[in-house]
């Protein structure tokens, strides 16, 4: 559980907590809690901190540079080689933390894998707890990518670790690690003053006790067990360019992969927790059972045990911040389980019928007690989520489809935008009434696509109130709701972004001419906030039996879905 960024850190000055006038090392403020929750071994370390690395510098023929931010767990800096390649010194404190991953286990987790997709291992010093490594680039956290998109990309590059592990016992296996977390959120639950409603400990023992009682030796992984977007750094290519990501600060655990999946579920993305912890219990818990699924999918892994690995995590993960100190993101990670639990309690549609999970006993004494067994969400064979419509409503320029894409990334939906078939196909805009056609068959797929549970993103623009009052209701009768996202934009602005787009990438647009800009404003019909709020969809034009028929004409190729 240790966050690290390849940046410039922030200082702490603990030169105040040391005696005498013994040489001192600034470090990142992260590390610092850690340093002192070590008492006189953390401070004999800092105060020795001066001459190990000068030691180090020595030995390797290296030359120490800027402090990074490490995480929570080592001291780590910018250093050169004789021979000039920029490298990392990574310096761990010494053990006595628990949940802070042994140096030992770091160490045989980077050698096992000995490069792809780990950062390289150069020289390693055991004594010292020293290792010196490839020098990575940014996190992908800094990229500014969608959550979705990072998650996708860290389960990826997840699966590309796992591997047969050697029966050694120096990595503790998954049933192990289950029972550390048992162990460990229901003391710490206990000796936090119980920062969290009892039934979200209760739910985290249960999935733990779950995932320990599945866990078979025999296909047992090389798991990192702290997969996250600060972990996952560029490795430069040919001209500055990326080829791809590494991942640094392995736990080491011979383990199953949902694991490394549960880990991404619970802290991949700082941003998704903040989102989960802002949402109705509801709208949290579907978005956790959508990404296990998305995950499972990807990997060929059981989303059960990805939710129940996650929740586990997320629950450990704000134990554990809360007793470093760190009271904020402590607060962040509980109110996003705190969600998932209360949504577990209100139950699942009665159609789910998961396994129920036996509670775990007390250990010494420390277990809440009183809990009632409760059956687990399931997001195997079930479907709680009702898909969602989102129809794109805006102008030429008022940036539909760029918000279009955000939507589809957020929530793994199916994107279907127009342009981007009219263009390859037809060269065209409109092409004597093909665009028509078009959009008929693209609603089909649209309303196939909700059937199966799959939400959609109509990147139409939907200029008139019938065209959306007639979307809203086929949305209705395959089962699904309907979302309005109406992107206003002013004349001004629009000319300056319609010229922009066509000066800039002209093979993803078409020519428009000033009178038609203006002509288009007039014909639009905003949305009203019976529209955006989803209220009563109104009857049809007149001469109209329904919706579906009118629709049917407006779309010639409109199917039944």
Known sequence: MSPSQRFPAEHEDLSSHLSGTVPTVAVPRRLAPAIRALGAAGQEWLARLPALLAGLEADWSITVGALLDGGQAAYVAEAVTHDGTPVVLKVSIPPGIDAFTPFERELAALRLVDGDPYAGLIRHDLPRRALLLERLGRPMASLGWPAARQMDALARIAARGWRPVPDDGVLPTGGEAARWHVDFIASAWEELARPCPEAVVDLAVRCATARGAAFDPGRRVLVHGDVHALNALQMPGPGGASAGFRLVDPEGLASEPAQDLGVIQARGVRGRIVELAARDPRQALETVIRS??????????????IWQWGFTEMVSTGLFVLRLGHHEEAATYLAAAGKLAAATVEGVPHRAQPDPVTPARPTAGRRPTGQPRRPLPAPVGVRPHRAVLFLMVGLPGAGKTTRAEELAAEHQALRLTPDEWMIPLFGDNDAGGKR???????????????????????????????????LRLLAQSAGARCQVIYLPIDRDLQRARIAHRQATAPHRTFPMAEAEIDSWREEFQPPDATE??????????????????????????????
Do not use: H, K, M, N
């Not at 959009?439 to 059937?451: K, M, N, P, W, Y």
């Open 292 to 305: 296990c699924r998305r995950a499972g999918r990807l990997t060929g892994t059981d989303p059960q045990a």
């Open 436 to 470: 028509d056609v078009l959009e008929g068959r693209l609603i089909t797929v649209a309303l196939q696509a909700l059937r199966l549970g799959t939400d959609v993103v109509l990147d139409f623009g939907l200029w008139s109130r019938d065209e959306r009052s007639a």
């Open 532 to 561: 955006t709020s989803g209220g009563d969809i109104p009857g049809p034009p007149p001469g109209w039996a329904g919706w579906p028929e009118w629709a049917a004409d407006r779309w010639p190729s409109l199917g039944a879905g």
